[in-house]
């Protein structure tokens, strides 16, 4: 099958698997049905139990992103964008890394990161893949890779919020936002010294929203500064506001 062909290719052999198709419906389903068979069999996990995961999915991660790195640099792609670890969802690396392998204030920066805003943000990608899959076929490694790792996101954030009692509060915010502000900061700084889009905090690129694309073309400052704003607030408070929603109907039922 052609799609076995897919899978180290470099861009513009085939066509991109995309947004909204039926390649990206594929994926998605199969993403969904990962997700499902991985919560049932965790119904009964234990925190022990995930706090292993956690190591697990520190080192698994970051071995498949090193592979994706070195993808990049195998086929030329040697622009900050395209191998830099740095993006929105890629904290959740070292947040598994902090939540795993440290103890104290470190180790509550990465809970921050995982509980408080990996669903938003997982959940976010698998229904607008704007970046591998608007480059790649279906079949290619990071496209592939792309969805499994959004996948374990949100897996990995349900685990804690059902599991860990870590309350997403007040408190809990300032440490996601030590966390957030240490890696928008460094995306800040490199995109302003490279011309690059980490973080895509420089321009909307392939994000499906025409008011951010519209934005971008009246005012990049006014851009960057609603995009580092969304990043901010709204994935955090947003779990919040459906967790404690849920908490209340539990109660009342």
Sequence with gaps: MDIFNQFWVPRKIYKPCGMFTEGHMILLLISGCVLTFLLIISIKITVEKIDILTKVFAVSLTFLEGIKIFFNFYWGYTKVNYWFPISFCSIFIYALWMSGFTNGYLKKLGDSFITGV??????????????????????????????????LMIYMGVLYLRKKQINLNWKTFKKFIVIYLFFSVISIFINNITGSNLMMLSSPANIPVKLLHTLYGVNRLAYTGVVFLVYLFVPYWLTSFVVKQLSIRKKTS
């Design 118 to 151: 990996t669903v938003v943000a997982g959940g976010a990608y698998l229904l607008f893949p704007s970046t591998s899959l608007t480059a790649y076929p279906i079949g290619h490694y990071l496209c592939i890779y792309s969805m499994l790792f959004h996948t």
